[in-house]
T-cell receptor, first 114, second 115 residues
Framework: DQQVKQNSPSLSVQEGRISILNCDYT??????FLWYKKYPAEGPTFLIS?????DKNEDGRFTVFLNKSAKHLSLHIVPSQPGDSAVYFC?????????????FGKGTLLTVNP | DAGITQSPRHKVTETGTPVTLRCHQT?????MYWYRQDPGHGLRLIHY???????DKGEVSDGYSVSRSKTEDFLLTLESATSSQTSVYFC??????????????FGPGTRLTVT
């Protein structure tokens, strides 16, 4: 049973345009959400996060939106750059627990074309 | 970057042989995790540790064991490697403190091939 779903395996956008990556979750206990970026042959790196008490968090070109009623979050990248081409993983955590485990989606491969 | 190293970075082994992967951190973080990444599956948790000698299973723990005798080291052992364990293995750490609870920092990965 997949608790975190990224239904788009890949996304292609033009440089300078907006990239929107989507993520859905099913576990209502999740209260903290993260996005990770992964380049080939490297480990994932933390990008941005959002707590369930917020509906938006911005960090430079990256904004994450959370819609708790729909159990949906999205990552917006504006403007997109070729260096943003990578696999993006959505992850969720139920921080009420004592082990701080993350549940990851399967990832979306973003390609930004020059 | 968080101080996490993994060794070896690449390994080829034969079916049935034991394999141990090592994760070493210099951040003194309490939590350590082992994941595997496979095409079409994303990142899946194998085992994790919430302190020295304290470990628990993740979602794909069958065929794997772990040990943590020191804060800085977390070992993943495949007792008898199988071809289905061919994968890229990532170690991650977390201090579990502050607002960013749950935020994990990943090592560079180990590519394991079982022939």
């Amino acid at each position: 049973d997949q608790q975190v779903k990224q239904n788009s395996p890949s996304l292609s956008v033009q440089e300078g345009r907006i990239s929107i990556l989507n993520c859905d979750y099913t576990n209502s206990m999740f209260d903290y959400f993260l996005w990770y970026k992964k380049y080939p042959a490297e480990g994932p790196t933390f990008l941005i996060s959002i707590s369930s008490i917020k509906d938006k968090n911005e960090d430079g070109r990256f904004t994450v939106f959370l819609n708790k009623s729909a159990k949906h979050l999205s990552l917006h990248i504006v403007p997109s750059q070729p260096g943003d081409s990578a696999v993006y993983f959505c992850a969720a955590s139920a921080r009420g627990g004592s082990n701080y485990k993350l549940t990851f989606g399967k990832g979306t491969l973003l390609t930004v074309n020059p | 970057d968080a101080g996490i190293t993994q060794s070896p970075r690449h390994k080829v082994t034969e079916t049935g042989t034991p394999v141990t992967l090592r994760c070493h951190q210099t951040e003194n973080h309490r939590y350590m995790y082992w994941y595997r990444q496979d095409p079409g599956h994303g990142l899946r948790l194998i085992h994790y540790s919430y302190g020295v000698k304290d470990t628990d299973k993740g979602e794909v723990s069958d065929g794997y064991s772990v040990s943590r005798s020191k804060t800085e080291d977390f070992l993943l052992t495949l007792e008898s490697a199988t071809s289905s364990q061919t994968s890229v293995y990532f170690c991650a750490i977390s201090d579990g403190k502050g607002f960013r609870l749950g935020e994990q920092y990943f090592g560079p990965g180990t590519r394991l091939t079982v022939t």
